[in-house]
């Protein structure tokens, strides 16, 4: 089961590089941004941040999604995905789909283009927007770190 073992590792390194990312974005990255903490340009102050980041999230998604599934197919845990008590399962799975689709398809075809020029015609609103979407996000992926740290030790609350 050293497999087993070693995927769990890479699982929650990647799991604490990612989410600890986006907590930072939230918390200090995004009100420093809408305070013109860093610079006159918010848009230009998010981008310096952003694209050095942006990899290292989509990395850890990739190492958090293979091997997730490969503990779930290595300890034949599918059964979890239709019982209730183990909705740290499911939750697992819709952030990690949610955060794909983010990072993979919406910043670079959907978001890029749009936020860029909606940031420049109306700064306040477009980062208010998007500290709220990130707020949405953190507490989400939170919810799903309590739920699956308890979770895999028999906790449940159903
Ligand atoms: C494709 C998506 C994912 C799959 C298939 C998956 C699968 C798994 C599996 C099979 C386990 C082991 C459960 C057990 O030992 O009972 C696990 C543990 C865990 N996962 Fe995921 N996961 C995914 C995404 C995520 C995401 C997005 C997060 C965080 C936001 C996350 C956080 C954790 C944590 C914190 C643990 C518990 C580690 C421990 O306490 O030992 N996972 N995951």
Do not use: N
Not at 3 to 20: F, M
Not at 83 to 89: I, K, R
Not at 120 to 142: D, G
Request: with cysteine.
């Amino acid at each position: 089961m050293t497999d087993v073992i070693i995927a769990r590792v890479l699982h929650v390194v990647a799991v604490v590089i990612w989410i600890g990312g986006v907590s930072m974005a939230t918390t200090v990255m995004l009100p420093a941004v809408r305070h013109g903490d860093l610079g006159e340009s918010p848009l230009q102050a998010f981008q310096a941040v952003e694209h050095r980041f942006i990899w290292q999230a989509r990395s850890a998604v990739a190492v958090v999604g293979l091997t997730g599934f490969y503990m779930a197919w290595r300890l034949d845990l599918w059964d979890r995905f239709r019982m209730a008590e183990f909705w740290w399962m499911h939750t697992m799975v819709c952030v990690w789909l949610l955060f794909a689709f983010v990072l993979f398809v919406a910043e670079p075809f959907i978001l890029h283009r749009h936020f860029d020029r909606w940031a420049t015609a109306r700064p306040k609103v477009a980062f208010a927007w998007l500290h709220r979407a990130h707020w949405v996000l953190l507490l989400l992926s939170i919810v799903t770190i309590i739920g699956a740290v308890a979770g895999s030790q028999g906790w449940s609350i159903f």
